[in-house]
């Protein structure tokens, strides 16, 4: 039944996204709360690639287009950041050319396989991005994309509290044991990206609570951040929790000071009504020695993570300039290597940017990581900013987001897109849709009459309001 209403769902969004393809994207982010769900169909009648969230992004995408110049969108992403975009874009598709041509250690993968999950499943995810970067200029499109954004999270959190039982929190092993398992099998994403994924959108839910004007409607964001938060300790993500805290006092650093007063207090509260999460935290500090003593277990603190990376940073050390191409961690045989005579099993680096300087080198590095940097000093200028509550909301979802992602992959994650960072590239489109018409000095131009699409004078620029 639930296969069929999804059906139903896809069918009727995709109808009305010729009415109005805006909604109908929101309701295409809405479905990657359930997109990894064991149930969604990966296939229609067999077909690789054909499946309900593909078939909603191409009428999506098809409707863009055809109302696009009723609509009178032009792209106007300021030349820099398209630059920037374009270097980014430019260097996963050599890595992955480079990968296509040697793919040495590869024979278990064919050929279209690479294709569709390398080119196909990477660009698609950036493709609701750029699709609101350019169609996102009015307010109610923002509140639109915002709260479809964080519902996602809020869902996700939902179904992890819903399958691991409040009793998992008593004992780090068994939190650790339950979370692997019922996460992956009954929600669909890693436990370890969920983690990541959690803990940056508990601080971006709160940072959207400026958009309400209501006590009420505040106290539910706030409830729902809890939530967020709470389902995020479920995931028994050691990474995830140093990245909620990182996130944390970073934004509360920058605006919240007083929430710092609180910090002790949270700290206490974690350790007597959540045992299993601080022993997760302190998991290989302080190991017993055969003397007596006691010492640090480096295995068991970086979760294996210190046997994988000597290995790929000599391996960077070989080709430093250019890299290896996508998957090098497979083709030069490092996974290979650590499995075989290790008993390690890593398909990947568990460091983003080990992973991006392997297989792209340090040009490859030097000319993406720029997009990353300046699109957070963007956030955060947008997070400090008085003028409108807006820009405070959409600077605090992206950094929180952002931050998120750049601080969790340090253990784990990837810069290349996929579905856990769909939300944090929507966040990212809008923060360079302000600053493309603020760079432009002028307000947010309204794409049909005010009352239909609820573009307001409050949000134009400063000088022009």
């Given at each position: 039944?639930?296969?069929?209403?999804?059906?139903?769902?896809?069918?009727?969004?995709?109808?009305?996204?010729?009415?109005?393809?805006?909604?109908?994207?929101?309701?295409?982010?809405?479905?990657?709360?359930?997109?990894?769900?064991?149930?969604?169909?990966?296939?229609?009648?067999?077909?690789?690639?054909?499946?309900?969230?593909?078939?909603?992004?191409?009428?999506?995408?098809?409707?863009?287009?055809?109302?696009?110049?009723?609509?009178?969108?032009?792209?106007?992403?300021?030349?820099?950041?398209?630059?920037?975009?374009?270097?980014?874009?430019?260097?996963?598709?050599?890595?992955?050319?480079?990968?296509?041509?040697?793919?040495?250690?590869?024979?278990?993968?064919?050929?279209?396989?690479?294709?569709?999950?390398?080119?196909?499943?990477?660009?698609?995810?950036?493709?609701?991005?750029?699709?609101?970067?350019?169609?996102?200029?009015?307010?109610?499109?923002?509140?639109?994309?915002?709260?479809?954004?964080?519902?996602?999270?809020?869902?996700?959190?939902?179904?992890?509290?819903?399958?691991?039982?409040?009793?998992?929190?008593?004992?780090?092993?068994?939190?650790?044991?339950?979370?692997?398992?019922?996460?992956?099998?009954?929600?669909?994403?890693?436990?370890?990206?969920?983690?990541?994924?959690?803990?940056?959108?508990?601080?971006?839910?709160?940072?959207?609570?400026?958009?309400?004007?209501?006590?009420?409607?505040?106290?539910?964001?706030?409830?729902?951040?809890?939530?967020?938060?709470?389902?995020?300790?479920?995931?028994?993500?050691?990474?995830?929790?140093?990245?909620?805290?990182?996130?944390?006092?970073?934004?509360?650093?920058?605006?919240?000071?007083?929430?710092?007063?609180?910090?002790?207090?949270?700290?206490?509260?974690?350790?007597?009504?959540?045992?299993?999460?601080?022993?997760?935290?302190?998991?290989?500090?302080?190991?017993?020695?055969?003397g007596g003593g006691s010492t640090n277990d480096d295995y068991q603190v970086t979760s294996g993570r210190t046997i994988?990376?000597?290995?790929?940073?000599?391996?960077?050390?070989?080709?430093?300039?250019?890299?290896?191409?996508?998957?090098a961690m497979k083709r030069t045989g490092i996974s290979d290597h650590l499995f075989y005579e290790l008993g390690e099993s890593f398909p990947h680096p568990h460091n983003a940017y080990?992973?991006?300087?392997?297989?792209?080198?340090?040009?490859?590095?030097?000319?993406?990581?720029?997009?990353?940097?300046?699109?957070?000093?963007?956030?955060?200028?947008?997070?400090?900013?008085?003028?409108?509550?807006?820009?405070?909301?959409?600077?605090?979802?992206?950094?929180?987001?952002?931050?998120?992602?750049?601080?969790?992959?340090?253990?784990?994650?990837?810069?290349?897109?996929?579905?856990?960072?769909?939300?944090?590239?929507?966040?990212?489109?809008?923060?360079?849709?302000?600053?493309?018409?603020?760079?432009?000095?002028?307000?947010?131009?309204?794409?049909?009459?005010?009352?239909?699409?609820?573009?307001?004078?409050?949000?134009?620029?400063?000088?022009?309001?």
């Open positions: 039944m639930r296969v069929y209403a999804l059906y139903i769902i896809v069918a009727l969004l995709s109808m009305y996204a010729y009415r109005d393809w805006f909604k109908s994207l929101c309701g295409l982010i809405l479905l990657m709360a359930v997109i990894e769900h064991p149930d969604m169909p990966k296939t229609i009648l067999g077909i690789q690639g054909l499946n309900p969230w593909n078939v909603l992004l191409a009428n999506v995408v098809l409707a863009w287009f055809l109302s696009r110049r009723r609509e009178g969108l032009t792209w106007d992403m300021p030349r820099y950041l398209n630059v920037m975009l374009m270097l980014y874009l430019l260097v996963m598709l050599v890595s992955t050319g480079r990968m296509l041509c040697d793919r040495t250690n590869m024979d278990d993968y064919t050929f279209a396989s690479l294709i569709s999950e390398n080119v196909v499943n990477t660009i698609k995810w950036l493709i609701p991005a750029l699709l609101i970067f350019d169609g996102c200029r009015t307010k109610k499109r923002l509140y639109w994309v915002v709260g479809a954004t964080l519902a996602v999270y809020l869902l996700l959190a939902l179904q992890v509290v819903r399958w691991v039982p409040p009793s998992s929190v008593v004992s780090g092993a068994e939190l650790t044991a339950r979370s692997r398992k019922i996460i992956m099998n009954e929600v669909g994403y890693h436990a370890v990206n969920m983690s990541m994924m959690l803990a940056g959108a508990s601080w971006a839910v709160l940072a959207a609570s400026f958009l309400a004007r209501k006590k009420k409607i505040k106290l539910l964001i706030i409830a729902a951040a809890l939530v967020i938060a709470y389902g995020q300790a479920l995931t028994a993500g050691r990474m995830g929790y140093v990245t909620w805290g990182m996130v944390g006092l970073i934004l509360c650093t920058m605006r919240w000071r007083k929430l710092l007063l609180l910090m002790p207090v949270f700290v206490v509260l974690v350790v007597v009504a959540l045992p299993g999460v601080s022993e997760r935290m302190v998991e290989g500090f302080g190991e017993s020695t055969v994988a990376w000597p290995y790929v940073i000599d391996k960077i050390a070989e080709a430093p300039v250019f890299g290896y191409g996508k998957l080990l992973q991006w300087l392997l297989d792209n080198g340090l040009v490859g590095f030097l000319l993406v990581m720029p997009f990353f940097a300046v699109t957070a000093y963007q956030a955060g200028r947008l997070f400090l900013d008085k003028t409108h509550p807006a820009y405070v909301a959409v600077g605090g979802v992206a950094l929180s987001l952002l931050l998120a992602q750049l601080i969790a992959s340090l253990g784990s994650q990837t810069f290349y897109p996929r579905e856990g960072a769909v939300g944090m590239w929507i966040a990212m489109a809008l923060v360079l849709r302000v600053v493309a018409w603020r760079e432009q000095s002028a307000p947010i131009r309204t794409l049909a009459p005010a009352r239909r699409l609820g573009a307001v004078p409050s949000l134009a620029h400063p000088s022009r309001a």
